[in-house]
């Protein structure tokens, strides 16, 4: 901090092309979107992958930006599907307003694991995450409205407020396409806002929040309250796309397949949680023809991962690049 | 492009789509194509996994490799047990592979799942893995056949075998699983109903690797009988600790309710001989079975066929058969056909079709061999009893498919 | 008869010490994974997976060279062990610097590639292992019939939890390790070879993981999943314990076998599930666990 005006102006400046690389990469983002399905692309698998790419990002919220690693996601994200499922087809109060349950009640759980676990550290906070979603796992196991491990089947589709019907896979796409789109604008939005900087200022160094005043513990569980409703929303979604909801989501391996997206993708970027979940559903997906060597593969995928590029791929990309 | 723009440009694709499909009278592409979707790599790999897939192409293989002049291909893959994995699976296969039919699928809510894509797009699905008798009740299909077994099937036969045996009271361990709960209940009634008792049951959690305090439990109700509702390494593990708690030598008899032969294969004879299970296949029962069962086992380093991999073969064949018959691959056209015809082969004498797309065929009531009597690795069981179609399966008139004319 | 709650006084003394000799498995795997938590800083998720490892080695040893029980208690930790140090010098040794999730993350693609290898041999159906000769049958306590095997379990895990206990408060190789835990840079200092200290150290936990694996073997189907299931709870028993604290995992891996054996009586749908509730309250009650210390 020498020279102050040149400093300043490099940042103005930087902070110009940034802002230019962001609408440039946000309008690549949104055409990609757009012209996906024409490209050849199964349009389901590119659903499911929006429903996984955006509860990537949404875990990657609390570990890429506030430095806790949860291993209670699924709880979250199953628990939604559940809600979503459930108020679709029996309730029939529509698809749109089933998503928002399914968020909603996310969110709230969000905010009570939020308060419960908020103050541990490192894995002593990934274990109480890990505790409380067994117990609602097996609350999920032992209600009767999940219907045991036949789940929630034929969950209708519907319209959205009677104007669109969803029942075409086109149509559901795009509607898919545009929640992915607000979940990751929020998320990109919190990310760059004050809040955000302040859980990147926590992630870095506690005390020194602590010392400067800010509410560590409110921050904290305020981001984590956010991660799980927008973990709800992907949930919720995904349940509508598939129609039915069911024991898978809400089981651990859910919240180990989450890590491993994050951490491949690349964990604290933005675009590396997508990404990652695009390998590793593209995996799940393509490797299933292969018989029973997925479990290996997917393993010998994560030790590489781990030994070799630790900032996951976009991570390893944006760190060249700077270079 | 606004919303509206979009609605319209899908709604026109879909159209054409539909225009497309419609085009498509008879054989699609004129490929047959069979697509085993099961588990490789998990809980249920061993009774169906690769072993079905071998039996599908066994069943291609010994129709000619075509139906008509159309070719026949044979597609699989591992759902993973995970139901959107089955279901998306099942999409892209029909909707970009021109996949035709569907076998196999073990695991109730992966059936479940598929169930809905299949009876959506009119394509076949023929189950032979999964277990629950939803997909032949509240969930069932135009499009859709249960071949193998189904927990009712399993556990009623035994069950009633069991009573009729002496044994006239019962303690249940049950899966903490809609299946473990489906077959307790089953099976109670059908003890009752030959004048037995139930005097108790416990819920144990899936996956459960102890099982002593259960079985003292059960050992302390005193019952003639402990019935094992459960599957699976619960089964064998629940077996196994029975054995070692002195509860069969104190008189106490087993029942395993979901027994599989891969199940008494882990267990070895030592601990499984002696145990009552039911079975809609063995393979060394006629000299038919048994030719299949070495061709079968030529492919597969020895192991013999499991019931859910001889009924895959049966079904494929079945279907076959279907679509040569009437020349189309539409799911409903070819299934309807299907429960026109009788199904007589090594694994079915006189079988059909129900409305509700139950295939109904006789099962067996069989004992396992001690280790003196057995011969060698899978030759495991006597075959005390076969129970006719009719009454192996629920009734009709006890279902709640809505395809069923009351 | 008399009753306790509702329960036949004779059947909950038979759920108790039911509940001990799970515990005793438990407090055999939970020392294991202390011990690497303590010296390595690593969260070893493979643990279930070498448990595994342990039995089949057992099994593979019987099948194809005819290696009874006896032997197999010694030589499958054996095998294991040196398959445990060749992943520590390969692999983990690389990321003792960095933050614990990554050793998380090896350990648990470790635990993926050696289940699904053994998946794709031996499928998942599982092995039949008798028990040796001499430790079939059983007694009968008054309370219960107490299986030969079931008491043998206790005593051997008993032995090597107490014998571990002692060879790291009571040795000076245990005082080595014990400062290295503290400062590993100070007690490298003091010309100590660390880098192989924790190797071996590695190795011995992997060991004791297979040896329990062993002692399994007879008790449940030896199947390439059966330590899938494990693993999460034998991690839920160390982090109440407090990670890193050997004898508060061991007394908690009995307590929990004995709270799972009494909820298998009275609420046998949670039993699974209540080792997680467990935990809960008592990192919200004692963030460090019910032994350990507060660390940073």
Redesign the interface.
């Known amino acids: 901090m020498t020279d102050t005006t040149s400093n300043v102006e490099l940042s103005d400046d930087t902070f110009r092309r940034h802002r230019l690389a962001g609408y440039l990469i946000a309008a690549i983002g949104i055409a990609a979107l757009a012209v996906a399905p024409f490209l050849g692309i199964y349009p389901i698998f590119l659903m499911k992958l929006l429903c996984f790419a955006l509860f990537a990002c949404a875990f990657n919220l609390m570990l890429g930006y506030v430095g806790l690693?949860s291993f209670g996601h699924a709880a979250f994200f199953g628990m939604a599907a559940y809600v979503a499922g459930h108020a679709v087809k029996v309730w029939g109060i529509g698809t749109v307003f089933g998503i928002a349950a399914g968020t909603l009640t996310a969110g709230i759980m969000g905010l009570v694991f939020g308060a419960?676990a908020i103050?541990?550290k490192?894995?002593?906070f990934a274990?109480?995450t890990?505790?409380?979603a067994?117990?609602v796992?097996?609350f999920c196991l032992?209600a009767p409205f999940t219907h045991g491990e036949d789940g929630i089947q034929g969950i209708p589709r519907g319209t959205v407020f009677g104007l669109i019907d969803l029942r075409d896979t086109l149509t559901m796409y795009y509607f898919v396409a545009v929640i992915f789109a607000a979940g990751f604008f929020v998320l990109h939005r919190t990310v760059h806002s004050p809040f955000g900087q302040a859980l990147k200022g926590i992630r870095e160094n506690e005390p020194r929040m602590i010392s400067l005043g800010y509410p560590v513990a409110l921050l904290k569980v305020l981001a984590f309250t956010m991660s799980a409703a927008i973990t709800g929303l992907a949930g919720a979604t995904k349940a509508i796309v598939f129609q039915s909801a069911t024991l898978t989501d809400v089981n651990?391996h859910m919240s180990?397949e989450v890590?491993?997206m994050t951490?491949i993708g690349g964990m604290g970027t933005i675009l590396g949680p997508v990404a990652g979940a695009g390998i590793v559903i593209a995996l799940q997906n393509y490797l299933s023809t292969i018989g029973?060597?997925?479990?290996?593969v997917?393993?010998?995928?994560?030790?590489i991962?781990?030994?070799t590029f630790?900032r996951g791929i976009v991570g390893e990309i944006l760190a060249r690049t700077r270079r | 492009m606004s919303i509206k723009s979009v609605a319209l440009a899908s709604t026109a694709l879909a159209a054409l789509a539909a225009m497309v499909g419609a085009a498509q009278a008879d054989i699609s592409d004129n490929v047959v194509k069979i697509g085993v979707l099961n588990d490789r790599?998990?809980?249920?790999?061993?009774?169906s996994g690769e072993g079905s897939v071998v039996a599908a192409r066994m069943a291609v293989e010994d129709f000619g490799g075509k139906v008509g002049d159309a070719d026949i291909e044979v597609v699989s893959a591992d759902h993973q047990n995970k139901p959107d994995v089955g279901s998306s699976i099942a999409r892209e296969w029909i909707d970009q592979d021109g996949v035709d039919v569907i076998v196999d699928v073990p695991t109730s809510s992966v059936a479940l799942a598929v169930q809905q894509v299949t009876s959506e797009k009119d394509t076949a699905f023929l189950d032979s893995g999964a277990g629950s008798t939803a997909l032949t009740n509240d969930q069932c299909a135009p499009t859709f056949v249960h071949w193998t077994y189904d927990t009712y099937a399993m556990s009623v036969g035994t069950g009633k075998a069991v009573v009729e045996q002496g044994g006239k009271s019962w303690f249940f361990l049950t899966a903490?699983y809609a299946f473990g709960h489906q077959l307790e209940k089953d099976t109670s009634a059908v003890v009752k109903e030959n004048g037995g008792e139930v005097l108790g049951s416990?819920?144990?959690?899936l996956?459960?690797?102890?099982f002593?305090?259960?079985l003292?439990?059960a050992?302390?109700s005193g019952a003639d009988v402990i019935g094992l509702a459960n599957a699976?390494?619960d089964t064998?593990?629940a077996i196994?600790?029975a054995n070692?708690?002195?509860i069969v030598q104190?008189g106490q008899k087993l029942a395993a309710l979901l027994g599989f032969i891969?199940?008494v294969?882990?267990?070895?004879l030592?601990?499984a001989q002696g145990l009552t299970l039911t079975t809609g296949f063995y393979w060394d029962r006629t000299d038919e079975t048994r030719e299949f069962a070495d061709r079968f086992a030529e492919k597969m380093n020895g192991q013999k066929p499991t019931m859910v991999q001889a009924g895959v073969y049966s079904a494929v064949t079945h279907y076959l058969k279907a679509v040569d018959e009437i020349d189309d691959d539409g799911g409903e056209a070819v299934v309807t056909q299907m429960k026109k015809m009788p199904i007589n082969d090594f694994f079915a004498e006189n079988g059909k079709i129900r409305e509700d797309g139950r295939m109904v065929h006789d099962m067996y009531l069989v004992e396992v061999k001690s280790p003196d009597q057995s011969e060698g690795k899978w030759d495991y069981y006597n075959i005390v009893k076969t129970i006719p179609g009719d009454e192996a399966f629920q009734p009709l008139d006890k279902g709640s498919c809505k395809l069923v004319s009351n | 008869m008399q009753e306790i709650l509702g329960v036949?006084a004779p059947?909950l003394f038979?759920?108790l010490l039911?509940?001990l000799?799970?515990g005793s498995f438990y407090a055999l795997l939970s020392l294991g994974l202390a011990v690497i938590f303590g010296v390595l800083n690593v969260?070893n998720f493979a643990h279930g997976a070498l448990y595994m490892m342990g039995a089949f080695v057992a099994w593979l040893l019987l099948h194809h060279l005819g290696i009874g029980y006896w032997p197999s208690l010694l030589v499958a930790p054996l095998i294991v062990g040196v398959f445990g140090i060749v992943i520590e010098r390969t692999?983990l040794s690389?990321?003792y610097d960095?933050d614990?999730?990554?050793g998380?993350?090896?350990t648990?693609?470790?635990?993926?590639?050696?289940?699904?290898?053994f998946?794709?041999f031996y499928?998942?159906?599982?092995?039949?292992y008798?028990?040796p000769e001499i430790l079939?049958g059983?007694h009968n306590l008054g309370f219960?019939?107490l299986?030969t095997?079931?008491a043998w379990v206790i005593v051997a895990s008993l032995i090597v939890c107490i014998g571990t206990w002692l060879l790291v408060e009571r040795t000076r190789l245990g005082a080595y390790l014990r400062a290295a835990v503290e400062n590993r840079e100070l007690v490298r200092a003091f010309g100590i070879n660390v880098p192989l200290m924790m190797t071996l150290t590695y190795g011995f936990a992997v060991a004791l993981a297979a040896f329990a694996g062993v002692l399994a073997a007879?008790?449940?189907?030896v199947?390439p999943?059966?330590g899938?299931?494990?693993i999460?709870v034998v991690?839920?028993i160390v982090?109440i314990g407090g990670?890193g604290s050997i004898l508060g995992s061991i007394l908690t891996g009995l307590g929990i076998g004995i709270v799972e054996?009494l909820t298998?009586?009275f609420y046998?749908?949670?039993?699974?599930?209540v080792v997680?509730?467990i935990?809960?309250i008592v990192?919200?009650l004692r963030?460090?666990g019910l032994f350990g210390r507060p660390r940073e």
């Not at chain 2, 790599?41 to 009774?47: E, K, N, V």
């Open positions: 690693l419960i103050r541990q490192g894995i002593y274990m109480i890990l505790a409380l067994q117990m796992f097996f032992q651990w180990g890590v491993l951490l029973s060597w997925v479990t290996v997917m393993g010998a995928i994560f030790v991962c781990v030994l630790r | 790599s998990g809980l249920y790999a061993d009774l903490d416990v819920n144990h959690p996956s459960t690797s102890d002593s305090s259960f003292l439990q050992q302390a699976g390494g064998t593990n196994k600790q070692s708690f002195g104190g891969t199940d294969d882990a267990l070895g030592d601990v | 036949p059947l038979g759920q039911i509940g000799i799970n969260i692999m690389r990321l960095l614990h999730l990554y998380l993350l090896l648990f693609g470790l635990a993926l590639i050696i289940e699904g290898t998946i794709n499928g998942v159906s599982g092995q039949p008798a028990p079939t059983g219960m019939f299986p095997y079931r007879p008790v449940y189907t199947s999943i059966m899938q299931h494990l999460i991690f839920a982090v990670l054996g298998k009586t046998p749908e949670a039993s699974s599930t997680f509730v935990m809960a990192l919200i963030p460090n």
